[in-house]
């Protein structure tokens, strides 16, 4: 049984219909890249499944129990954690308190708390020199690393990414994505939307497509990197194979 399965989903806001009729399933422990244009739904889904936006039609299903019209508090309970768009890292907390935030619907003493604070920043050794400053002297590099940290303290079993790369260099966004791969080695399932197709797909077993809130291609990251379609719209051009016929 899958850990998380949309089936006919349909969600928006107020009268555009910014999803229609999705359906996708994440294994436990996989990596799913969503790949697809701006405003093609991507962050919409999201946030259906973290319980932010009201689905108007279809099911969805955590560890095969029904999650569509909960509270986000009670998804995140159940083992689902959104790691927003933009980080939303607090300006006026420090880095610590940024990630504390993310174990606040917890039931934890606060030496187990701090443990697990430490676990997590095991994973980002390059934020601990700036554990105790402000959000807001934070680099883009340094909050995104301490948005994923902050979600990762909620223990999630399924991990939502929403574009993890937006703005950062390339040698963060391969820090950043290394890490991805190994949390997901460890057991925890990603849904990851990502611009960067070229480098999502390097980390996913398996990548859905979208298209004007519709899913337009599916398959393993292996088929969907040498997809012309995809090629040509998110990753710079035709298939070797093909490029190569053309010439």
Do not use: C
């Given at each position: 049984?899958?850990?998380?399965?949309?089936?006919?989903?349909?969600?928006?806001?107020?009268?555009?219909?910014?999803?229609?009729?999705?359906?996708?399933?994440?294994?436990?422990?996989?990596?799913?890249?969503?790949?697809?244009?701006?405003?093609?739904?991507?962050?919409?889904?999201?946030?259906?499944?973290?319980?932010?936006?009201?689905?108007?039609?279809?099911?969805?299903?955590?560890?095969?129990?029904?999650?569509?019209?909960?509270?986000?508090?009670?998804?995140?309970?159940?083992?689902?954690?959104?790691?927003?768009?933009?980080?939303?890292?607090?300006?006026?907390?420090?880095?610590?308190?940024?990630?504390?935030?993310?174990?606040?619907?917890?039931?934890?003493?606060?030496?187990?708390?701090?443990?697990?604070?430490?676990?997590?920043?095991?994973?980002?050794?390059?934020?601990?020199?700036?554990?105790?400053?402000?959000?807001?002297?934070?680099?883009?590099?340094?909050?995104?690393?301490?948005?994923?940290?902050?979600?990762?303290?909620?223990?999630?079993?399924?991990?939502?990414?929403?574009?993890?790369?937006?703005?950062?260099?390339?040698?963060?966004?391969?820090?950043?994505?290394?890490?991805?791969?190994?949390?997901?080695?460890?057991?925890?399932?990603?849904?990851?939307v990502e611009q960067n197709a070229r480098?999502?797909?390097?980390?996913?077993?398996?990548?859905?497509?979208?298209?004007?809130?519709?899913?337009?291609?599916?398959?393993?990251?292996?088929?969907?990197?040498?997809?012309?379609?995809?090629?040509?719209?998110?990753?710079?051009?035709?298939?070797?194979?093909?490029?190569?016929?053309?010439?």
């Open positions: 049984m899958p850990l998380l399965e949309l089936d006919s989903l349909a969600a928006g806001y107020g009268r555009v219909e910014a999803i229609e009729a999705l359906t996708l399933h994440v294994e436990n422990g996989e990596i799913v890249a969503l790949l697809g244009a701006n405003g093609a739904g991507k962050s919409t889904t999201l946030r259906a499944i973290a319980g932010l936006l009201k689905p108007r039609k279809g099911t969805i299903r955590f560890d095969g129990r029904s999650i569509e019209g909960m509270a986000p508090e009670a998804i995140v309970r159940l083992g689902i954690a959104l790691v927003p768009e933009g980080r939303r890292i607090f300006p006026g907390l420090t880095l610590r308190e940024n990630i504390l935030i993310g174990a606040a619907g917890r039931r934890i003493a606060r030496r187990a708390l701090a443990a697990e604070a430490e676990r997590v920043l095991d994973l980002f050794p390059e934020i601990r020199p700036a554990i105790d400053a402000p959000g807001w002297t934070l680099s883009g590099g340094q909050q995104q690393m301490a948005a994923i940290a902050r979600g990762l303290m909620a223990r999630p079993r399924l991990l939502l990414l929403d574009e993890p790369s937006l703005g950062l260099a390339p040698l963060i966004v391969d820090r950043v994505f290394r890490v991805l791969a190994r949390l997901a080695a460890n057991g925890t399932a990603i849904l990851l480098m999502a797909l390097s980390i996913a077993a398996r990548g859905y497509v979208l298209a004007a809130g519709r899913l337009a291609v599916a398959g393993s990251a292996t088929e969907l990197a040498h997809d012309d379609a995809v090629r040509a719209a998110y990753l710079g051009g035709a298939s070797d194979a093909t490029a190569e016929a053309t010439r």
